[in-house]
């Protein structure tokens, strides 16, 4: 089975752009979780996507923001990038449902706002 | 709030020389801990997940052992490839999809 898959790897935007990344999950799969990491704050939680509707949320503002289609494909977006966004961001997939299962990892997107 | 915090933030070992991370936990209602490894530059790698106190997995030079409070990650004669770092992550019943990770332990080994 393929892994998950991220696009693009890498990014370079300067402050006020807005960026969009997109996650391919794991055939089968129907739940996406996106995370950020930083080297000062770890591996965070953004938001979670079951069946096209979000189903949990982190502490983030609400200029991050994301979606999911139909196929389990998900996007994330980012407006306004700040400074603070640079990071490596990290889209995660499960099979989702009523049992708690691993997450699967894609490579990431490394995020670079100048 | 749950929480994880893993110890020590970064372990030297020799090739050949065993010891064990280690992941405190506090969370409403555990509904799985899991282990990855991070190589630099790379997504989380799935290692192992534990459900119940009293659980162990194994894989090659790791094992990972559960309790009510806490999780081991054993490393039995480690080979410089296991250089990398060791992430472990709750999952509460209160929050679905949501991984709390610790702040992950580096763990280099020399041969």
């Known amino acids: 089975k393929a892994g998950v898959t991220q696009t693009p790897r890498y990014l370079i935007k300067t402050r006020g752009q807005q960026v969009t990344l997109s996650c391919s999950p794991i055939?089968?799969?129907?739940?996406v979780s996106w995370y950020q990491q930083t080297p000062g704050q770890g591996l965070q939680f953004l938001f979670e996507?079951?069946?096209?509707?979000?189903?949990n949320k982190g502490n983030f503002p609400g200029r991050f923001s994301g979606r999911q289609f139909s196929n389990s494909r998900s996007e994330m977006n980012v407006s306004t990038l700040e400074l603070g966004d640079s990071a490596l961001y990290l889209c995660a997939s499960s099979l989702g449902g009523v049992t708690y299962n691993e997450q699967f990892f894609g490579p990431g997107t490394r995020l670079t706002v100048l | 709030e749950d929480q994880v915090t893993q110890s020590p933030e970064a372990l030297r070992l020799q090739e050949g020389e065993s010891s064990s991370l280690n992941c405190s936990y506090t969370?409403?209602?555990?509904?799985?801990l899991f282990w990855y490894r991070q190589d630099p530059g790379k997504g989380p790698e799935f290692l192992f997940t534990l459900y119940s106190a009293g659980e162990e997995k194994e894989k090659e030079r790791l094992k990972a052992t559960l309790t009510k409070k806490e999780s081991f990650l054993h490393i039995t004669a480690p080979k410089p490839e296991d250089s990398a770092t060791y992430l472990c992550?709750?999952?509460?019943?209160?929050?679905?999809?949501?991984?709390?990770f610790g702040q992950g332990t580096t763990l280099q080994v020399k041969p």
């Open positions: 992550a709750v999952h509460g019943s209160s929050n679905t999809g949501k991984l709390i």
């Open positions: 055939s089968g799969h129907r739940s």
């Open positions: 969370v409403s209602g555990l509904r799985g």
């Open positions: 996507y079951f069946s096209e509707t979000q189903r």
